[in-house]
């Protein structure tokens, strides 16, 4: 039962993690909760699910290329969502208080959810089961097709993320900006076009996990976001919010009490245990695993 | 003390508070006496809110919990047989003390952490409701089958009427309104101020930030306490689906779009946002309602944009804020 806990928990944490690094990417830059991640999500699950239902059949028949057009579908087009709500949402409160950009934020998530709601649908939607799953079992414990594409995508995407992050010189300018504004600025980097980077990279991940989440759960709904939201947020928090490692580590570890919670307390209680995770590490250890110390003026 | 100096306006406001809702009852529409209600307790909720987010800056995202609190536990005083006003100081300790226990270790997060953590007690609070089926009766709500929630009685009178009920939220109203006036010009309430512009500089002038803090935040979570007390009585059931996030979320843009700080623009607020999208929901049908939170998100984006200090702001706050955009 543990390992098969173990399995569901990291399939789950693909998906927190991939949904995580919006989070923490914007507020590595930004200082600021972008609230509408969820939404973003949200959207991007909504883009999948049209793609996947109305490409044209002889596009269905090739497997590899059929997934690869819904994916990056649903990612532009999630990336493209952040990056506008960015323009006319957050950027001309750039120096407004901290609360500001929250308020706005919650704004965009309002305005999205019921959006979705009244346009498109108020009952949940079943996902087009397009992937194949085949059952495989490894010393008594089930695993999927779908579970290891899942996590083989996440993994995949980490990694590229990862190199560009540290290999490339947008990343390094990106690295720059989270540092500093001004400096940056001053060293020759367009800190406005660093942070539309960063929306768009956050958003396609973000789009990317509402994609992953649909498939691996069979359906979704104007307001699937605002859960795995609070989770992957979460996640962000106990990795160290601003770090990119810390947030895909977080979302595998919360996957993975999530599973357990649900496999050896009650499914029930797993939303207040994972509120209760965030709480008591904002209150113990607020910087998170990987967090560093940060000056609270600056 | 003396008269506050738009005292005629405040006159007239009275006199209508007092006396359209009986011409109301009089011409038999109840439904808006019932709405004039709601948009009363939402205004007490308002006020207590405002202490927190308003006067001190703090952004609770999970306010409706102390409501929720506060609605169960007047349920539950209620069917053991405890009067409203026996119960009512009894609910007040209940909402103050799990105020101060939430409030206790949290304070000291940063402004969106803080809120964060609000909006997670919030979610959790609502969550046990739905799961402690022993003592809440699960989603299902209370009172029980065969069960009753008492009710009012004033001296020898009792509340049976939503008019009467209109009479004794107003009533409350005036007490939260009077407490938080009072409040924001006494010493407490410049500290709270002081602690919103610059919670450094006013460290460093000898005050207690996170005794401070505590004290706004239990005032704040005992009226939000008594709002569900006094909602409880009236509705005579609660039920956890009236507690989620959105709720929250709608108290708080009540206080963005009306101007935070000042209680006539949270009146404003809640009238904007409780009784207009009523009134309109009776005239254009119930489709209009889906369309109303669209509405309500697009203004709150365009108001923080462009009136950051909302409609009615607090004059204080706006002379801060017009001071602030000159010096950037």
Request: charged share 10%; proline share 3%; with cysteine.
């Amino acid at each position: 039962m543990f390992f098969q806990q173990l399995v569901n928990g990291i399939t789950l944490g693909s998906i927190y993690a991939l949904f995580a690094l919006g989070y923490t990417m914007v507020y590595g830059i930004l200082l600021m909760i972008n609230f509408a991640h969820s939404e973003i999500f949200m959207v991007g699950a909504y883009l999948g699910f049209w793609a996947l239902s109305l490409l044209p059949v002889w596009v269905q028949g090739w497997t590899p290329g059929y997934f690869t057009i819904v994916f990056a579908i649903a990612m532009m087009g999630a990336g493209l969502l952040a990056v506008t709500i960015e323009r006319a949402a957050y950027r001309p409160l750039r120096r407004a208080s901290r609360l500001a950009p929250l308020i706005s934020a919650i704004g965009v998530s309002i305005f999205l959810q019921n959006l979705i709601q009244v346009t498109v649908s108020a009952q949940s939607q079943p996902y087009p089961d397009t992937f194949k799953i085949s059952h495989y079992e490894f010393f008594g414990v089930q695993v999927n097709s779908l579970q290891i594409f899942i996590f083989a995508l996440a993994i995949s995407a980490m990694v590229l993320l990862q190199v560009f992050i540290t290999k490339t010189r947008l990343g390094k300018a990106m690295r720059a900006t989270a540092q500093n504004h001004t400096v940056s600025q001053l060293m020759g980097i367009n800190v406005s076009f660093i942070i539309t980077v960063t929306f768009l990279i956050g958003g396609a991940l973000g789009g990317l996990a509402g994609v992953l989440n649909g498939m691996y759960y069979g359906s979704i709904k104007f307001n699937m976001g605002f859960f795995p939201g609070l989770k992957a947020f979460t996640a962000a928090v106990v990795g160290g919010i601003g770090n990119i490692k810390g947030a895909m580590v977080g979302g595998f570890l919360l996957g993975i009490i999530e599973a357990l919670t649900v496999g050896y307390i009650s499914s029930a209680y797993k939303d207040v245990i994972l509120f209760a995770v965030l709480i008591l590490v904002l209150i113990f250890r607020p910087t998170g695993i990987f967090g560093e110390e940060v000056t609270e003026k600056t | 003390m003396t008269l506050p100096r738009r005292w005629p306006l405040i006159a007239t406001g009275l006199l209508v508070v007092l006396i359209l809702p009986l011409v109301l009852n009089q011409l038999g529409n109840l439904y808006a006496v019932r709405v004039i209600g709601l948009v009363g307790i939402y205004c007490i909720l308002g006020v207590g809110l405002n202490i927190t987010i308003g006067y001190t800056g703090l952004l609770d995202l999970g306010y409706i919990a102390f409501y929720a609190i506060g609605a169960y536990t007047a349920a539950i005083l209620s069917i053991a047989g405890i009067s409203f006003w026996l119960g009512l100081p009894i609910v007040m300790i209940v909402g103050g003390a799990i105020r101060l226990g939430l409030g206790a270790p949290v304070l000291r997060l940063r402004g969106d952490y803080l809120a964060i953590v609000t909006l997670g007690f919030g979610e959790i609070v609502r969550l046990v409701l739905i799961n402690l089926d022993a003592i809440t009766n699960g989603p299902k709500g209370l009172p029980r089958v065969g069960e009753k929630i008492a009710e009012v009685k004033f001296l020898s009178f009792t509340l049976t009427e939503n008019i009467h009920f209109y009479y004794l939220i107003l009533a409350f109203l005036l007490i939260a309104i009077f407490i938080s006036h009072r409040l924001e010009h006494s010493r407490l309430g410049r500290a709270l101020i002081a602690i919103r512009e610059d919670e450094l500089a006013a460290k460093l002038s000898g005050i207690n930030i996170a005794r401070t803090k505590a004290v706004a935040f239990v005032i704040s979570g005992i009226i939000g306490a008594v709002a569900g007390d006094i909602y409880v009585h009236w509705n005579q059931f609660v039920s956890p689906e009236s507690f989620t996030f959105w709720e929250s979320v709608l108290l708080v843009s009540m206080l963005v779009i009306g101007g935070m700080g000042n209680v006539w623009g949270i009146l404003l607020g809640v009238v904007l946002l409780v009784a207009v999208p009523e009134v309109l929901r009776s005239t254009l049908g119930t489709a209009f309602v889906d369309y109303r939170m669209i509405a309500f998100g697009l203004l709150m984006v365009v108001i923080i944009i462009f009136r950051p200090q909302g409609l009615l702001p607090s004059r204080r706050r706006e002379l801060e804020l017009k001071t602030a955009g000159e010096e950037s």
